[in-house]
């Protein structure tokens, strides 16, 4: 069964940087595409980018200057890192597998408060 | 960017009775392979979104039947039949045929 698990702070200082990791069992990140979500207080939903099963990425350009996702293929993992934060980027942040043309597997989410 | 207009907001439906929620999109979604990637999801209350329906129409495994999406170009609708105490949640429609990928705003659905 192909599972996802978030992990990562729960706090970040404005300005800083997010980085949360994706850790995926049952399936490997050589196959398919991998996405990351975020969900903003309330019900708004935001598609943030994905890595190809060959290591290509692709961006919102909402956020194209600050973000980043990579991978560890030796952990079957991926990343995501968001750059220079602010309030407005406080969110539940999930990893999803791309199958079907659809996000078929999401992981569990983590919330991400950014504050002083 | 593709806008998916979702409507209603909210939904209040008697257990048993059909429920109804639109996706108008402001771009037609079939891509150029000649499939439409427009998918609907649904979050449970302190769960993530999983998938209930992918190309329009197709299930996901182990979705039940009463949940029938349908349409084309860029009007959807997904429909529950028969609503059930577990269909509670946020539904969402999402797009995956144009880059950057969107989703709608949102239906709450609640049972009377």
């Known amino acids: 069964e192909v599972q996802l698990q978030e992990s990562g702070p729960g706090l970040v200082k404005p300005s800083q940087s997010l980085s949360l990791t994706c850790s995926v069992t049952g399936y490997s990140i050589t196959s398919n595409y991998w996405g990351w979500i975020r969900k903003f207080p309330g019900n708004k939903m935001e598609w943030m980018g994905y890595i190809s099963y060959s290591g290509s990425t692709s961006y919102n350009p909402s956020l194209k200057s600050r973000i980043s996702i990579t991978r560890d293929t030796s952990k079957n993992q991926f990343f995501l890192q968001l750059n220079s934060v602010t309030t407005e980027d406080t969110a539940t942040y999930y990893c999803a597998r791309l199958g079907l043309g659809a996000l078929d597997y999401w992981g569990q989410g983590v919330m991400v408060t950014v504050s002083s | 960017d593709v806008v998916l207009t979702q409507t209603p907001v909210s939904l209040s439906v008697t257990l048993g009775d059909q429920a109804s929620i639109s996706c108008r999109s402001s771009?037609?979604?079939?891509?150029?392979?000649?499939?439409?990637?427009l998918e609907w999801y649904l979050q449970k209350p302190g769960q993530s979104p999983q998938l209930l329906i992918y190309?329009?129409?197709n299930r996901f495994s182990g979705v039940p039947d009463r949940f029938i999406g349908s349409g084309s170009g860029t009007d959807f609708t997904l429909k529950i039949s028969r609503v059930e105490p577990e269909d509670l949640g946020v539904y969402y429609c999402?797009?995956?045929?144009?880059?950057?990928?969107?989703f709608g705003s949102g239906t709450k659905l609640e049972i009377k």
């Open positions: 190309e329009v129409s």
């Open positions: 999402f797009q995956a045929t144009h880059d950057p990928f969107t």
């Open positions: 771009q037609s979604l079939e891509y150029s392979d000649g499939y439409t990637y």
